[in-house]
């Protein structure tokens, strides 16, 4: 296996060799989701932090949710038991997909997902090896949804030099990050009350075009999410009219992940960014943006009436 | 010919409208619709024979996890007693279709009850999902609170705590339990509207 080889399905391929990594134990457990824990390097080095990656794989049809689930569900939790001295960053997430259709709309993973974490050994190891244990508690849904369990460990070996780059390991883990959002300096996003929804102005960084574009909300309570999001074109760059949850308020702030998909005879495929920005009052065009989009339809259709009616009569 | 495509279009626009209306169910502020459903003992239950009355509208599937929390604690049963103490009506609602999970026979449910311990009002059946929709109910549990003019006054989650543990109930905020109290006492209500959190209604 090269790891120098481009490829387009590299993540697809990642998946099929991971049998191979050395991957942790893998309970037994009568649910429809496994898990398994899977670390970057092959040994710990004391003091050099290594990313640790929490692999659910669901049977088909099954799913589980991200950190916000969305209209249901609950989102995968990790409590870590690591050795003493050891500590592990905050979890990091895929971009979700839309699950379901309306009213309920979910956020999650089908197939197969992974948390990464970065764990942080101490400077000082005297232990040969060092066992990584973490409870991991899910909900795995169908048509209908049960709550898994599972206990998950990882034995690694303790060494004092650097561990060499394992191309296999290497490749799978730069795969997943591929499916993990970024932050952006040159994407740019600008976020406006407009009546019941946020319209969220999305200027990407190049003049490439995107087919479709879909926000996620960190958390709920902020969008309506089983709403459609009106996705379009505007000056310079496109827009996404997300309609509001019903709140007290407007948030202050649009916080979550913002994928963009290419255009299928172009390549295809998609990339997610973080998306952080105020979210500034806009103009009021109306009390109910119903009434209103209702009476210009009602206005168009009649003006289209009496014209063609005119024509008619003169023909 | 063209009045009939103008009509087509308003009549498009019109539906469009009230489908965008209905997902989102009902505001809080306004009256709230009416129903009429049965129960399990075959009685029928019209929400406008409760004007007077506080009524909590629950929607409930003892299959779901999130359901079997806030009963299995003991947590759903206790509230129920609490308030239908105080002359509330308590109406838990099953809008699970034929065949998904969560339906069950007026017989079944009347085991189901007696097992669960309801101490609901009635539990009324809904298997076409009508009142579900009406309501724009997303989850079980997910909870509506009407005072005695017939006005919505709270949407959305039974607690603050979305998760499936029972571990979590004695530290979280009950938000059916504080509307109520705070309506009771002339106050506002400090958060009338929620995220309700849960399994997804099993609509056909």
């Known amino acids: ?16 060799v991971l049998p191979l990594l050395a991957a942790g134990r893998e309970n ?25 990656a929490v692999r659910l794989e669901m049977d088909p049809g099954w799913h589980t949710y991200w950190k916000n689930p969305g ?70 849904c169908e048509k209908e949804c049960l709550p898994g369990e599972d206990d998950v460990e990882l034995v690694l070996r303790v060494k004092p030099d650097v561990p060499p780059l394992d191309p296999e390991a290497a490749e799978f883990f730069a795969a997943m990050r591929r499916r993990f959002p970024r932050k952006s300096l040159e ?68 916080q979550g992940v913002l994928t963009v998909e290419r255009y299928a005879e172009e390549g295809g495929g998609a990339e997610a960014f973080e998306v952080d920005t105020p979210v500034e009052p806009g103009p009021e065009p109306a009390p109910g943006l119903w009434l209103f989009l209702g009476g210009s339809a009602v206005l168009v259709a009649a003006v289209l009436w009496i014209v063609r009616h005119k024509k008619g009569g003169r023909s | 010919m063209r009045a009939k495509k103008l009509f087509a279009v308003v009549q498009a626009a019109v539906l469009l409208a009230a489908a965008c209306a209905e997902a989102k169910g009902p505001a809080v502020g306004k009256p709230a619709p009416g129903f009429t459903l049965t129960d399990v003992e075959g009685e029928k239950h019209s929400l406008g024979d409760y004007k007077g009355n506080y009524v909590v509208l629950e929607w409930v599937n003892h299959g779901c996890p999130f359901v079997k929390k806030h009963y299995n604690s003991g947590n759903m049963q206790a ?35 007696e097992e669960k311990k309801s101490a609901a009002s009635a539990v009324l059946l809904d298997a076409d999902g009508k009142v579900g929709k009406l309501y724009g109910a997303k989850t079980t549990p997910h909870m509506y609170v009407i005072d005695p003019q017939g006005v919505l006054i709270y949407k959305g989650a039974i607690d603050d705590k979305p998760t499936t543990d029972a571990e979590d109930v004695p530290g979280a905020r009950n938000y059916v339990r504080a509307a109520l109290e705070e309506s009771m006492a002339g106050k506002p209500i400090s958060e009338p509207v929620t995220e309700a959190y849960g399994c997804s209604v099993k609509y056909k």
Not at chain 1, 1 to 16: E, G, N
């Open chain 1, 187 to 254: 994407w740019k996003f600008l976020a406006q009350t407009r009546g019941e929804n946020i319209r969220l102005r999305i200027f990407p960084s190049s003049r490439e075009r995107w087919a479709a574009m879909t926000f996620f909300p960190e958390r709920r309570g902020v969008i309506d999410h089983s709403a459609p999001q009106g996705f379009g074109r505007t000056g310079g760059g496109y827009r996404l009219d997300l309609p509001m949850a019903e709140a007290v308020a407007p948030p202050d702030a649009l």
């Open chain 1, 1 to 16: 296996l090269s790891a120098l080889t481009p490829r387009r399905s590299s993540f697809a391929v990642a998946l099929i």
């Open chain 1, 28 to 52: 037994s457990h009568p649910a429809h989701t496994r898990v398994s824990l899977v670390a970057e390097e092959g040994w710990i080095q004391p003091g050099r932090p290594f990313w640790v």
């Open chain 2, 79 to 113: 509230l129920q007693k609490e308030t239908t103490e105080k002359d509330v009506v308590w109406l838990s609602i099953a809008s699970s279709a034929e065949g998904k999970q969560g339906h069950y026979t007026p017989q079944e449910w009347k085991k189901v009850n």
């Open chain 1, 71 to 140: 209209d249901s569900g609950a989102p995968t939790r990790v409590e870590w038991r690591l050795p003493e001295g050891f500590s592990a960053g905050p979890l990091r997430w895929p971009a979700p997909r839309r699950l379901g259709e309306p009213p309920v709309v979910n956020f999650g993973y089908e197939g197969k997902v992974a948390l990464l974490s970065e764990v942080t050994p101490p400077a000082k190891l005297s232990a040969r090896s060092a066992t990584l244990r973490a409870s991991v508690k899910w909900m795995e």
